[in-house]
């Protein structure tokens, strides 16, 4: 069974910092493209950023040169670095994988930037 599991959220100043994390289980990790998306109320979630098995990346116009997408295969781990966060970035973060044809998601972590 596909688990994943975010944590690192939190409240922070604009300008500040946060890292997210994903710990992952029930797949082969490494052979998979992962993404992180993100949801505010009444909005649809958004693709942030996403990697390829071999590392590539890609991201969201408004994140990109702030948010930096990386994975540890070894730990079987995402992540997100997450730097100058405005308050537009407020929002619950989710790990994404498509594996079998299917989607699966976490639960999310809540990233609140605020004064």
């Known amino acids: 069974q596909v688990h994943l599991v975010e944590s690192g959220g939190g409240l922070v100043q604009p300008g500040g910092s946060l890292r997210l994390s994903c710990a992952t289980a029930g797949i082969n990790f490494r052979l998979y493209p992962m993404n992180w998306y993100r949801q505010t109320p009444g909005k649809q979630r958004e693709l942030v950023a996403n990697i390829t098995s071999v590392g590539n990346t890609n991201y969201l116009g408004s994140v990109k040169d702030r948010f930096t997408i990386s994975r540890d295969n070894k730990r079987a781990a995402l992540y997100l670095q997450m730097n100058s966060l405005r308050p537009e970035d407020t929002a619950v973060y989710y790990c994404?994988?498509?594996?079998?044809?299917?989607?699966?998601w976490g639960r999310g972590t809540q990233v609140t930037v605020s004064s």
């Open positions: 994404n994988v498509q594996y079998k044809g299917n989607q699966y």
